[in-house]
């Protein structure tokens, strides 16, 4: 009796430290995985020394923004944030350059965390979404604008495109190591966490190089055309608006998925959003392409809409708002907009927003 006693207490001894081995051996690897994850974190928003690549550079930039907004996210500092691209700001020295987030926060009293860049794009909005997610200071509101011109090339859903790693670093930032990661890295072989820790991020090529030779190929013609009695000036604008808006967009485009899953991912966060879609200069483009150019930039307007409305997105067209003199860059079909334009935009989202914050008849004021 008393040796069946003695070899109780050695299993539960046995067990106990078998036990403590574990926690320990996890403790240990959470431990090297976080060492591991804040020097990912700094050196990849750390500006990199003189003579290194521009991109390089640039990555190192836009990881910085992306962590001052974490930064800002878990301090609380976030009320409403505002995710745009090179149209947020000014483009022309003769007038103030006053950007649309600073006009819409005076109009509506928000304080407003823009978060935009050249060439920011719905794949990495979907990111930054995540990151709020994760977040215990979630904002109450996230706009975010849709350039419909992102949706013409693949570009954005491969390793080639100029935010590819910004989009990596986002991921990063939003899933830090967990003792449930522990398991994989050891099980991995990898002996360096941050090399383990990386690779979790990256991304292969999309895929859908198909798909844009085909909804491009009406584009491609169009820009292979001869276009007489133009000037080479207009000639060459011709050419910026047929590749920047004749892509036929199908319900089922990559982009279309990415604006779903961000806004699958800012509701279930309690976020609330505003998508719209940017202003398009219709009046240059139906002068030099034709109304062709006005049919396609409206039928990709209503897809694009509707996708979202289906899955009952709150999304403002205003792809259509604006005349042509309010859009600057005129040797380059683009949406820059000057100060006039960039106001009458916050105004239509003001404007929206106040109706949306209205209680319906019957209901109590919110």
Not at 54 to 72: G, K, T
Request: hydrophobic share 45%; aromatic share 8%.
């Amino acid at each position: 009796m008393q040796r069946q006693h003695s070899t109780h207490r050695y299993l539960c001894a046995l067990v106990a430290a078998a036990i403590l081995l574990v926690v320990l051996l996890l403790g240990h690897g959470h431990r090297s995985l976080s060492t591991g994850y804040k020097s990912l974190v700094a050196m990849g928003a750390t500006t990199p020394p003189d003579g290194a690549p521009e991109q390089q550079h640039a990555d190192a930039y836009h990881n910085a923004v992306a962590l001052a907004f974490r930064n800002a996210l878990d301090k609380g500092d976030v009320t409403a944030v505002y995710f745009n691209d090179s149209v947020m700001g000014g483009h022309n020295d003769d007038e103030p350059r006053t950007t649309i987030a600073t006009l819409l926060g005076d109009l509506r009293g928000l304080s407003i965390h823009p978060v935009s860049g050249p060439g920011y794009a719905p794949t990495l909005f979907r990111e930054y979404a995540r990151l709020i997610a994760r977040t215990k200071n979630k904002p109450r509101l996230a706009i975010i604008s849709i350039n419909l011109r992102a949706f013409s090339d693949d570009w954005f859903f491969t390793p080639r495109w100029m935010y590819a790693a910004t989009v990596d670093y986002l991921r990063l930032l939003a899933a830090p190591p967990t003792l449930a990661d522990v398991p994989a890295w050891l099980a991995s072989g990898q002996d360096d966490p941050a090399v383990w820790l990386a690779a979790r991020t990256r991304r292969d090529a999309s895929g859908h190089e198909a798909l844009f030779r085909k909804i491009n190929a009406r584009r491609n013609r169009l820009m292979a055309a001869p276009t007489p009695e133009l000037s080479p000036e207009e000639a060459n604008r011709r050419q910026f608006f047929i590749k920047n808006y004749m892509t036929d967009i199908p319900a089922g485009h990559p982009m279309i998925g990415d604006l779903l899953d961000t806004a699958h991912t800012l509701s279930q966060a309690g976020v609330a959003t505003l998508f719209y879609l940017t202003p398009i200069d219709m009046e240059g483009g139906m002068s030099l392409v034709g109304g062709e150019f006005s049919a396609t930039a409206s039928d990709n307007a209503r897809r694009v809409t509707g996708a979202l409305a289906e899955a009952g997105v709150d999304c403002l067209d205003l792809s259509a708002l604006l005349p042509e003199d309010r859009f600057v860059d005129r040797d380059y079909a683009c949406e820059h907009l000057n100060l006039a334009g960039r106001r009458r935009v916050a105004e239509a989202l003001a404007a929206h927003l106040a109706k949306a914050a209205k209680p319906a008849a019957g209901e109590p004021p919110r």
